[in-house]
Structure formats: C-alpha cells, structure tokens
C-alpha cells in the first residue's frame, strides 16, 4: 500500500478515514426527481481550503468535483453539504460547493464563537439552512446552553434547523434540551444508536417521543455505523424502515459521503442507494423521503415554485 504523502498541502489523514469505496456501483433503483442526498461533507482539497489547525481529525481530500461525480453517477440532483469540525467554522469550502451548485445545493453551518450576524447572512445567501452542534467527544466537548443560545440569537430570524450529531444514549439525556430548543431539530445519523438495546431501548423510546412533537426530524443516514452485522446492514437497514414508517413525514436521508471517523472501510454508497428500496418500499414512501421532506426541511423549491436564482460568486 502506498504511504500517504506527507507535505503541507496534504496532510496524512488520520485513522478511519480511509479514502470512499473506489468503484461504487450504480444503483439498480430508480429514483425519484428531485432526489437530495441530505446529509454529506466537501473536503478540499488542503491546499486550496486548509483544515483547520485544532481540528480533531484529518480526511483525505473529497472536493466538490467528487462529490458531484459521485451524485451524478447515484442519480441524486439535490444534496445538503454539512460542514465539519475539521474545517471549523471556516466555510470557505461549503460556500464554493454551494455556488458551484446553482440553487441545487444546501448547506449546515458550524457557528463558531466569533462568527458574526454579517457572515451569517452571506451563509443564508449561498444556500445555508442550518447549524450543527457537535455532542461527540471524538469532536469536540458538549456545547454549554450558553454557546447554544449564542447561537441561537446570532441566526434569529432565519428560520435555520438545528442539527444535533449526538449518540443514542445521549438523546435520553439531552431530551429537555433538544424539546426547548426553537424551531425545527433534526438529529443525525438515525441517532448513532447502539442497535444491540434492541427496539425498546431508553434511546429510542426518547426519539420517538422527541419525533412525536411535531418539530423533530430524523437522518437516516449512516446505516454501515449504527450496523453490527456489516453489508448489507440488513439490521440498520430494518431499523430505519421501522423509523420512516414511524415518522414518514419527518424523516430524510443522506449518504454521509466520504464517511470519515468509521471503523473498516468505507462502504458502496450505489449499496446505500439501492437499500432505499427496503427503507421506503413504496413510491410515495421513497418521494416523501428523498424529495419533498428534504425540500420542506431545508428550503429547496417545490416543482410548482420558479427557479431559485444562481447565487453570483463569492
């Protein structure tokens, strides 16, 4: 195997973040138009957009031609770009992806400490919709309700969702605080739940109960993490179809390309693509799911509205 080369411009990725599958197949699925991959990162590449220097992580480089590449082979037209905690709250990288994307792409913020109203703005103006807080140690440590507030009132009046990337068990314990929170909530990656507690585990009674308010929404995205079976992660994959057919109306999906942190190699995002299949069997199911819910959740026009205009480049 080929050592990483090791220079300013490309620094040596860390371990879990192996390159994504080289060849992935293509989906037998047909897919509906209007189909969003609402959840997925731009990495790179480090000499244009570097990482940021307390990041947690290094990812090998994923940018923008790739995952461009990667949605037009899938047959996905829409996407949610999400921004990571290795590239902070410097998001020059999403808002080239976005501008690239002409009205095609979304995006999730992480608002840092010094992030001001004015730069929130610009964020909202080239496709930003939300804001992550990041609970996951590997990450960084738990926002305080005070960072959370400061958020909260530097993007005021922007109709943002608040995306919370947490653990299972976790979602017991910050159910008060995901409850109080303002507006729509959507959580990641079906919760990252230890799926060996079984149905009735203490995290999922919360989810649903937190899905039962009406504001709460559901990535089942990460199906090969929440997995203990590997591919084709038949109990991850049942999981999530127990969830969407729970909350149909509140429920997105996303490839979480490149998939960095992750133990073993990255799997065959044309594999995720076809488990839609399973996840929503039926057409309505699997529109709701890939067009209209991730349209209503992060503000892409519907068929009837005009076309959104090209934002002018940055």
């Not at 507030?149 to 008060?176: F, I, K, N």
């Not at 996303?254 to 693509?273: K, S």
């Not at 069997?281 to 209209?292: C, E, F, S």
Request: proline fraction near 11%; hydrophobic fraction near 40%; charge should be negative.
């Amino acid at each position: 195997m080929t050592e990483p080369i090791l220079d300013h411009a490309r620094p040596a990725p860390s371990a879990g973040c192996l390159p994504p599958h080289p060849a992935p197949r293509r989906p037998t699925l047909v897919l509906p138009p209007d189909s969003c991959d609402a959840h997925c990162h731009v990495f790179g590449p480090a000499g244009v957009f570097p990482y940021a220097p307390e990041r947690t992580f290094t990812p090998v480089d994923a940018p923008k031609e790739q995952l461009a590449a990667l949605h037009a082979h899938l047959g996905l037209t829409r996407a949610v770009v999400v921004q990571s905690s290795c590239n902070g709250s410097d998001h020059r990288a999403l808002c080239d992806m976005l501008t690239a994307g002409g009205g095609r792409l979304r995006g999730v913020a992480l608002i840092g400490d010094t992030t001001t109203r004015a730069e929130i703005e610009e964020l909202h103006r080239v496709g930003v919709r939300g804001f992550r807080l990041n609970f996951l140690p590997h990450l960084r440590t738990a926002p305080t309700r005070q960072e959370i507030d400061s958020v909260l009132e530097r993007v005021d009046g922007l109709d943002w969702v608040a995306e919370l990337h947490l653990t299972g068990r976790e979602v017991s314990d910050y159910e008060p605080l995901i409850r109080s929170l303002p507006g729509r909530v959507a959580v990641d990656h079906l919760a990252r739940v230890d799926i060996t507690e079984g149905p009735g585990s203490a995290a999922l009674r919360s989810l649903r109960t937190l899905l039962d308010t009406g504001n709460v929404w559901l990535k089942v995205s990460g199906a090969d993490r929440v997995s203990r079976q590997g591919p084709p992660y038949a109990d991850a994959v049942a999981l999530a179809a127990s969830l969407v057919a729970y909350a149909p109306e509140r429920t997105v999906w996303g490839t979480d390309y490149p998939h960095v942190n992750i133990t073993g190699a990255a799997p065959d995002d044309g594999l995720l693509v076809d488990l839609l299949a399973e996840i929503a069997p039926d057409p309505a199911g699997l529109r709701r799911l890939l067009a209209d819910n991730p349209a209503e959740l992060f503000d892409f026009p519907r068929a009837d509205d005009p076309p959104a205009p090209r934002p002018e480049p940055t």
